[in-house]
């Protein structure tokens, strides 16, 4: 796994907005309404992309050389960076909704005493698991 990527992209420019392709890596197909909105968004897609191969344990492929890619009329090419232990990062803190059920009697009393359940439930987690705040070394271990 690496910190940091360079892949090449394809802009397509068209009147209803701009599409773009990473010849490496099928299915990372973001697309914008204007050229600044694009790199952003292109950004954005490849280190998702990029995340979710490292998280599946698939192999990622090297960038193709700028020379071996063949833009059609109205494409541009253009050089995207990924730099990842960011990113890594922000997605191990991303929240996610998980249901747990409650006998009826403990969720009264919980809301009585005005309890925070998102954090009796991390703290909970922690202890049970044995871990502190720093998710990086847990991920993707």
């Not at 600044?36 to 698939?58: P, S, V, W």
Request: aromatic residues 10%; glycine residues 4%.
């Amino acid at each position: 796994m690496k910190d940091f990527y360079t892949y090449p992209a394809l802009f397509h420019v068209a009147d209803d907005g701009i599409s773009i392709t990473f010849p490496d890596l099928p299915g990372c197909l973001p697309c914008a309404d204007n050229m600044e909105e694009a790199f952003c968004n292109a950004r954005e897609a490849l280190q998702l992309h990029l995340y979710g191969m490292e998280e599946d344990n698939e192999l990622i492929p090297g960038p193709s050389p700028v020379s071996a890619i063949h833009p059609e009329a109205n494409e541009t090419i253009a050089m995207i960076e990924a730099w990842m232990p960011p990113f890594r990062e922000r997605m191990a803190n991303k929240a996610v909704n998980k249901t747990v059920t409650i006998p009826r009697w403990l969720d009264t009393l919980a809301k009585r005493e005005n309890v925070n359940f998102s954090h009796i439930f991390q703290q909970s987690l922690k202890d049970y698991l044995g871990v502190a705040d720093n998710p990086s070394k847990h991920i993707l271990a």
